[in-house]
């Protein structure tokens, strides 16, 4: 089992024919992606060629639209590859032609442009119920059956760890401290202050997801998503969670990498979200190894 992505879903890219998209396409088709096509709407009509794992080429057609693509494909599951400028349309073209999953890798889409897609994506227009993953965001992997985004594919396998990050690097860190005992999904959600998908979205869905044992939580100062995934835990999640928080060292009042890692006081901290999940039972550790071996302690002990 997995969460929102499996060996089962069709997966375009809007902006396969750009250099981001077209890398990532080649590096997802060779994890064993189903990628099924593309959209460019100044390429439709046309063809693009990469090789799978066995060297066989793999030719994909150009669209014109996300509607024209799923019709053609059956496709259900879109990796968005468009500069920041154009994330907006392309995610409300997504969310129009009723793509399942969207999963947005650009990195410094606006803020505004941001909360008006999330705003679209709460509304009524949103019909088929997309859900959004990002922006700025690694994606989303299902070790073994598919991959949505750039998650390099080859750091760990499947298992019975289900991992949710605001980090692209972290995320990549910790499969790789637990790379012995796999991943039954990991999901980089993002870091920029409003995103399609949330720590708590993803830790509902660990809990319903039968394959998923144990939970690593990562998050990063700025916000307080990861105090209410705290109240969140306490009152919902039953399977074991353990947390990092990046920043610990950072001075307070200074914007840290991430558009939404900024401290403002005493809020959003990382002392005061390690306290708080604390509180409620979750292990946090100093250190992304520290937090691997208290999952590991988790996963030996059970």
């Known amino acids: 089992m997995s969460i929102y992505l499996n060996k089962d879903s069709k997966v375009i890219v809007q902006g396969i024919t750009g250099g981001m998209g077209a890398k990532h ?9 189903n ?24 030719v994909l057609p150009v669209f014109g639209t996300v509607a024209e693509a ?14 920041p400028a154009f994330t907006k349309a392309a ?5 129009d032609a009723g793509i ?25 227009a949103n019909t088929a119920g997309t859900r959004m993953i990002g922006p700025n965001c690694p994606g989303i992997i299902t070790p073994g059956e598919s991959l949505a985004g750039i998650t390099p594919h080859t750091i760990a396998g499947k298992g019975p760890v289900g991992l949710v ?6 995320t990549y860190q910790m499969m790789y401290e637990l790379r012995d005992f796999g991943f039954s999904t990991a999901i980089g959600i993002g870091g920029d202050p409003i995103v399609g998908t949330t720590h708590i979205d993803a830790l509902q869905a660990f809990e319903d997801d039968p394959e998923t044992k144990a939970i690593v939580m990562i998050g990063e100062i700025g916000g307080d998503a990861e105090e209410r995934a705290a109240d969140y835990i306490k009152a919902h999640i039953t399977k074991p969670v353990v947390g990092y928080v990046a920043g610990f060292t950072a001075p307070e009042g200074k914007t840290m990498g991430h558009a939404g890692a900024i401290v403002s006081g005493s809020s959003g901290t990382a002392q005061a ?17 520290e937090t691997a071996a208290l999952m590991r302690e988790i996963l030996t002990a059970g």
Request: proline fraction near 3%; charged fraction near 20%; aromatic fraction near 4%.
């Open 273 to 289: 979200k390690k306290e708080a999940l604390e509180a409620v039972g979750v292990k946090v550790g100093k250190t992304p190894s």
């Open 35 to 58: 990628i099924v096509g593309g959209v460019n709407a100044r390429k439709a009509g046309t063809t693009v060629t990469h090789k799978d794992h066995d060297g066989n080429d793999v």
């Open 70 to 83: 799923m019709s053609q494909t059956g496709a259900d599951v879109s990796v968005a590859f468009v500069p």
């Open 91 to 95: 995610c409300i073209e997504a969310i």
């Open 25 to 33: 396409t080649a590096l997802m088709i060779d994890s064993g992606t």
């Open 100 to 124: 399942g999953l969207l999963v947005v890798i650009t990195e410094g889409v606006p803020v505004q442009d941001t909360a008006e897609v999330w705003s679209y994506l709460q509304s009524a």
């Open 165 to 170: 990050s605001k980090s692209g690097t972290l």
